[in-house]
């Protein structure tokens, strides 16, 4: 008790807690732009679309839905129940308009996460068992009875560029690297996530962007 009370006076001091002071993380966790975490009324729908122009590895989409779902469980506390991945109504009816939105509601969820992986790169380099990699993704939460976009809220969804320069481990490795360096940092978004754990090393982000993280 009486430690606790020397590090809450000691992070009041200098405006942010030390980590492992305050177990509540008030003062350095950073607010969501949605909070999934309070908003479980919803089953949340995971789909992870990878277009023929992106040329990724046929288990890329699949790795990243598992990936994001992971995070969504371990990091943000959604209950698994109401996690839903896009490949479990796979081969429906159809008759049935497979946007987003529509396989949310198909599945019985109120939210659809959509993710798209637009550039894909995984290639071995002359050291062995290294690889590189990058994959650029656009994600958006909609409400799948209206469409309406909750994060972000413009229609264009938020792009996660990573990059690998060199990575080791074999292509699993650097591949599970890629999907959970990107499960990251669309989920970081979607809870209240401490401000030390928000970046990720392997995200290339613009200098405006590194001044807005180090700012807010």
């Not at 975490?37 to 122009?53: A, C, L």
């Not at 996690?83 to 109120?110: C, D, F, K, M």
């Not at 068992?129 to 469409?147: E, H, K, N, P």
Request: aromatic fraction near 8%; hydrophobic fraction near 40%.
């Amino acid at each position: 008790m009486v430690l606790k009370t020397v590090c809450v006076l000691v992070a009041a001091a200098l405006g942010f807690a030390i980590g492992g002071c305050d177990s509540s993380g008030i003062y350095n966790k950073v607010p969501p732009a949605y909070n999934l975490t309070e908003n479980q009324g919803k089953k949340i729908f995971i789909w992870v679309e990878s277009p023929r122009w992106a040329v990724a590895d046929s288990d890329a989409a699949d790795k990243l839905a598992q990936a994001i779902r992971n995070h969504l469980v371990f990091k943000a506390k959604i209950k698994p129940d109401n996690i839903l991945v896009s490949n479990s109504i796979r081969g429906g009816s159809p008759a049935v308009h497979w946007t987003p939105e529509a396989a949310a509601i198909q599945a019985g969820a109120g939210l659809s996460l959509f993710v798209r992986i637009e550039e894909y790169e995984l290639l071995p380099v002359s050291i062995r068992d290294y690889y590189s990699g990058r994959m650029l993704t656009r994600a958006i939460l909609l409400d799948a009875q209206t469409g309406t976009p909750l994060w972000p809220t413009d229609k264009q969804g938020k792009v996660h560029d990573i990059v690998i320069e060199l990575g080791e481990g074999g292509r699993e490795a650097v591949l599970s690297r890629m999907t959970d360096d990107t499960a990251h940092c669309i989920a970081r978004d979607l809870y209240p996530i401490v401000k030390m754990h928000y970046k990720n090393p392997d995200e290339r982000i613009s200098a405006q962007e590194a001044f807005e993280t180090e700012t807010f």
